[in-house]
């Protein structure tokens, strides 16, 4: 009987552990789910659709928004700097489990992030909304 105890226990450890892994942005945030480029609900809790469009807001500096994407293992696929301050970056981390994107150059990502005048947005597996 200790031993069904202790496989239950396990399963469900190990259950909570990759819903915890697999929702990353939960750690940044509070996420909210788009349509169409319109936030359409919260994203209470720690796990949310692999298919939906997660986005997390918030303030800081551009070594926040790296550090964020550091957080949840994200390697920097592409990044791109605008003349007027905005930089978006692409990147792809093992802990989200988006479907994952690709740039016209082939490369794949499954996050974005974006950071303009103190303001970071990171987004999985795309980036909607205005940043």
């Known amino acids: 009987m ?10 469900v450890a190990s259950l909570v552990g990759m819903a915890i892994w697999f ?9 909210t789910a ?7 609900y919260s994203l209470d809790g720690l ?16 070594k926040d928004m790296k550090m964020a994407l550091d957080s949840i293992f994200a390697v920097t696929v592409k990044e791109v700097k605008t ?9 792809l981390s093992p802990r989200v489990c988006a479907r994952s994107q690709y740039l016209r150059s082939g490369e794949e990502y499954n996050v974005m992030a974006a950071y303009s005048s ?14």
């Open 34 to 40: 788009y349509d169409n480029n319109t936030p359409v």
């Open 83 to 91: 003349d007027d301050g905005l930089t978006i970056v692409y990147a």
């Open 118 to 131: 103190g303001n970071i947005s990171i987004g999985t597996p795309l980036l909607s909304g205005c940043y």
């Open 2 to 11: 200790k031993t069904l105890y202790a496989v239950v226990i396990l399963f």
């Open 47 to 62: 796990c949310y659709p692999s298919d939906a469009l997660c986005r997390v807001d918030f303030s800081g500096s551009e």
């Open 23 to 31: 929702s990353p942005l939960s750690g940044l945030g509070t996420p």
